[in-house]
């Protein structure tokens, strides 16, 4: 079990094997890294190196950070990359295990639009970006991205978060856009169906500052053709 500590900038680890004594493991902090938001594990079988991969996405320090797990499932720091964009540049990442690639929101404050970063994880130990994708045509900042059988799906919140917010589709070999849909107000969380058929987003429903308007919380299910 990985617990981000958001506050203490680091990731803490556990055993859960046997859950009437759970085990502290280890205690994961880089120098540099600030608020980890997004954990993501990668099994050794999906690994590009056989070996089993741990991502954090620090949200205020805007990199991201890989660490390798050895034969005893100790693990150790391996690389981290710096996204452009300041504060907010790396929250959530998604792996596609066949083109070894990571998908990174970035809603960095520096920058004019969100975007999706395309990472290379081929090689662990130097973690490298390929391109961007470009999410201005679509709508406002993105809260988070999901993988499954060669898609990428995104959701968006609205320019007014209060309004409808929308879910990209994007191949995760050639980046094309292969759908687009409306869901609720403020789509904050985002995951595929195991057997990829549907998209389901939780959509927040957040009021406006002054609580004028106060859109109601909502799920979202995408059905996939």
Do not use: C, H, W
């Amino acid at each position: 079990m990985f617990v981000g500590l958001e506050r203490a900038d680091a990731v803490a680890v556990y055993d859960i094997t046997d859950m009437s004594n759970i085990t502290f493991k280890q205690f994961l902090k880089t120098t540099g890294d600030d608020a980890p938001e997004g954990i993501l594990f990668i099994s050794a079988t999906d690994s590009p190196n056989g070996n089993p991969l741990l991502v954090v996405s620090n949200e205020d320090s805007g990199n991201v950070t890989v660490y390798q797990s050895d034969a005893n499932g100790v693990f150790a720091f391996a690389s981290r990359l710096l996204l452009e964009g300041g504060a907010a540049a790396a929250e959530i990442s998604a792996y596609d295990s066949t083109t070894k690639r990571l998908f990174v929101l970035n809603n960095g404050e520096l920058l004019e639009s969100s975007r999706i970063e395309v990472l290379n994880l081929a090689d662990p130990t130097k973690l490298s970006l390929l391109t961007t994708i470009d999410l201005s045509p679509y709508a406002g900042g993105i809260n988070n991205v999901a993988v499954k059988n060669g898609k990428l799906a995104g959701a968006l919140q609205g320019v007014d978060k209060t309004q409808q917010g929308t879910v990209v589709v994007f191949d995760t070999s050639t980046y094309a856009l292969l759908g687009i849909a409306k869901v609720g107000a403020l789509p904050d969380m985002l995951t595929f169906s195991p057997d990829g058929k549907f998209i389901l987003t939780a959509d927040e429903g957040e009021a406006k500052d002054d609580y004028s308007y106060d859109p109601i919380g909502s799920v979202s299910i995408i059905t996939l053709p």
